[in-house]
């Protein structure tokens, strides 16, 4: 991480504060999501293993509906040569995963707090573990879907895809970190969740290390 | 020519083998199959779902390792042998997909009960399906082959994940899995000696075959891409 990496955060930044259009876009897409969920519910009482699993749900269609925007707004607009001139693919990445980092941290507090007030089942016990495994959950799902989405903005189908291609990637992350969910709802130690948290850590290491090094070629003509 | 021969042969003594030799309480004579308790007369899938489901991984590896040679090279070969390997793998897949799923009807009760070995295959044909998806998306040849590529191995690695870890820690009906303990762990086989060897036999002699029809696979999409190159030019 370098100061051109940062001073491309702050680009996508200044540009998202002008139009806010992947804010406003993904906090109405999480509202329409929950209020979906919550209609579909109705006055039933769900498990909290349902609840872990729809909360998933929404954060990964959430992160979905945005987080293809990194890449592809750079394409749409032409920039993308300009950003290749000056600087390296690696500090392109960096600069992006940064601002999808935050995206996702951003809208998952947002989801968590909605939860939490709307779902009487998603009561976290063990507070720490849930904390835990919501950072590194983020970070994986931020890191899979920046480079997916760079894959996206080189392809010629934009929108349909972007889903299509996450699913499977993300697929090990989601599941591991429903059952972390599910544990910290239940109360368990961080010795019982040591094999989940293992999973999601390794997951995370291994995404970050194949991006940076594949990079190079999706982002290179 | 012989091998073709030796491996004709092979194939026909391990479809026989498989399906006609009887499992019996106490194996007596060579051709005679023990009995498993908990797998009864289903046990005999083995001999046909392991080497399509083992296919179906070795044809994704093969994919990604020609995709890392084209990354490396930028030789538009590879990208055809990484492809037409995943057209094998695909095939395999869903066969590995179906043979289990009609073998869990027996066994389990219901064709599908996601058991982790189900969810890896499905994340497996995901995969496969969205790897596809992508490389009809794009016209260029050399965007194609290079975005294929790497999305292949951003995939493959995650695939440990699917097909190794999870089936081993999570509980499941799968024989092999962790909580396992009548039916046979995949590491440590209750199989006795000619049951390996039909079964390894079967491995042999599907990969054999699977290397084969690799091999007319990518040597006629690069002739394709040739003749049509021509045509053009």
């Known amino acids: 991480m370098n100061s051109k990496a940062l001073a491309l955060y702050q680009k996508d930044f200044h540009s998202e504060m002008r139009t806010r259009y992947a804010v406003n876009s993904l906090a109405m897409f999480v509202i329409v999501a929950v209020s979906v969920i919550l209609f579909s519910i109705g006055n039933e009482t769900i498990t909290q293993s ?11 269609f959430s992160a979905m509906s945005g987080l293809s925007r990194a890449f592809v707004s750079e394409e749409e607009r032409g920039t993308t040569l300009a950003l290749q001139l000056v600087a390296a693919p690696s500090t392109i990445f960096s600069g992006k995963l940064l601002f999808n980092l935050i995206l996702v941290f951003c809208m998952n507090v947002v989801i968590t707090v909605l939860y939490s007030a709307l779902f009487d089942s998603f ?18 799902l931020a890191i899979a879907s920046t480079i997916i989405a760079a894959i996206i903005s080189k392809a010629g189908a934009k929108g349909t895809l972007y889903p299509v291609l996450s699913f499977p990637i993300l697929l090990p992350l989601i599941l591991t970190s429903v059952q972390l969910t599910l544990m910290s709802f239940e109360g368990s130690t961080f010795l019982d969740a040591k094999f989940e948290l293992a999973i999601i850590i390794c997951y995370d290491i291994i995404m970050l290390t194949a991006s940076y090094m594949l990079f190079d070629f999706v982002w290179k003509d | 020519m012989a091998w073709k021969i030796f491996l004709f042969i092979l194939l026909t003594f391990v479809c026989v083998a498989g399906i006609a030799f009887p499992i019996v309480p106490v194996p007596t004579k060579w051709y005679e199959f023990p009995f498993i308790p908990g797998l009864k007369e289903n046990a005999k899938i083995i001999f046909f779902h392991v080497p399509t489901a083992w296919l179906s991984v070795i044809a994704f590896l093969m994919s990604t390792i020609y995709s890392f040679k084209y990354l490396k090279n930028k030789n538009l070969d590879d990208d055809a042998k990484s492809y037409a390997a995943a057209q094998l793998g695909i095939i395999f897949c869903v066969l590995a997909t179906v043979t289990g799923a009609v073998w869990a009807k027996f066994a389990w009760g219901s064709y599908w009960s996601w058991d982790p070995r189900q969810t890896s295959i499905f994340a497996l044909l995901l995969i496969y399906g969205a790897w596809f998806a992508l490389r009809s998306s794009i016209e260029s040849e050399e965007k194609r ?9 951003i995939a493959f690695v995650t695939v440990p994940f699917f097909v190794f870890i999870m089936p081993r820690i999570m509980k499941g009906l799968h024989p092999g899995s962790a909580d396992d303990t009548n039916s046979g762990p995949v590491v440590d086989f209750k199989m006795n000696a000619n049951m390996e060897l039909v079964f390894f ?3 042999i002699g599907f990969t054999i075959l699977y290397f084969w029809m690799w091999n007319i696979g990518y040597k006629s999409i690069i002739y394709k891409d040739k003749i049509n190159k021509q ?3």
């Open chain 1, 50 to 60: 349902l609840t872990a699993g729809l909360f998933w749900v929404v954060i990964f």
């Open chain 1, 123 to 140: 009561a976290v016990k063990n507070f720490a573990l849930f904390a835990v495994s919501f950072f590194f959950g983020n970070a994986g």
């Open chain 2, 145 to 153: 082959a290079a975005l294929s590529s790497v999305y292949s191995i």
């Open chain 2, 201 to 203: 036999l079967s491995l």
């Open chain 2, 231 to 233: 045509i053009r030019g």
